[in-house]
Nanobody, 117 residues
């Protein structure tokens, strides 16, 4: 059973950088056709695709977040990571990592990140 697990701080101060890691088990993030993806859900709002990293290392970002977002991977640890810079309270959300081919078939449980001083 493929499992994804998000980890990182639950509280980030405004103007700082939010950093999250997704650890994948029972599948390799290298050598497949999947896109390893970050998605978030602000309180009271819908899901928002943030970006993804493909097998060849190509990255794709939501245009409105592109200037602040970076997705990377550590294949030795089978992890991929999200960095979101210059955060504001509007970045408060539950953050999910997910695996995508034609749809999102496996998700992490999500991690709450609150941006507050």
């Amino acid at each position: 059973q493929v499992r994804l697990q998000e980890s990182g701080p639950g509280l980030v101060k405004p103007s700082q950088t939010l950093s999250l890691t997704c650890t994948v088990s029972a599948d390799s993030i290298l050598g497949s056709s999947y896109a390893w993806t970050w998605i978030r859900q602000p309180p009271g709002k819908g899901l928002e695709w943030m970006g993804a990293i493909a097998d060849d290392g190509s990255t794709y970002y939501r245009p409105s977040l592109k200037s602040r977002t970076s997705i990377s991977r550590d294949t030795s640890k089978n992890q991929f990571s999200l960095q979101l810079s210059s955060v504001t309270p509007e970045d408060t959300a539950v953050y999910y990592c997910a695996r995508r081919l034609f749809g999102f078939d496996y998700w992490g449980q999500g991690t709450q990140v609150t941006v507050s001083s």
